[in-house]
């Protein structure tokens, strides 16, 4: 009868122990390879510079015109097909699920200008400083 609770307090430390050490290696290599992708996600078809998986569609236009000038934006980006740099963004939180048509009004507070003769004339009394 007391193995049982020497194999349950064994099972225990083996989790604490799984707790201590975080995530596995299998955890770790697949953030790795999805941090390696992410980091290669686009990539200039003819120089083969690489770029974030969040850069903007200027910034990718921006390469094409000054590292290959004269040379069409689709022919060193896939994404930049169709792309016009003079549309219009879309506005902010016109996306899936951020409540679009609402607009929320701009609640700024105006400071107060306080001066120094507001805080005099309030009956603020100046202590004496201690010799």
Known sequence: ??????????????????????????????????AKAD????VCKICRQTFMINVK??????????????????????KLVGWDPNAPEPAAGTGRGSGAGTVKPNKTKKKKDDDLGDLLSAGLNVSKKKK
């Open 1 to 34: 009868m007391g193995k049982g609770s020497n194999v349950q307090k064994a099972q225990a430390a083996r989790e604490r122990n799984q707790k201590k050490m975080g995530t596995s290696v299998e955890d770790r290599k697949a953030a790795t390879d999805k």
């Open 57 to 78: 569609m200027e910034l990718l236009a921006l390469h094409v015109t000054s590292k290959h000038a004269g040379k069409d934006n689709s022919e060193c980006f896939d």
């Open 39 to 42: 980091s290669n996600a686009f």
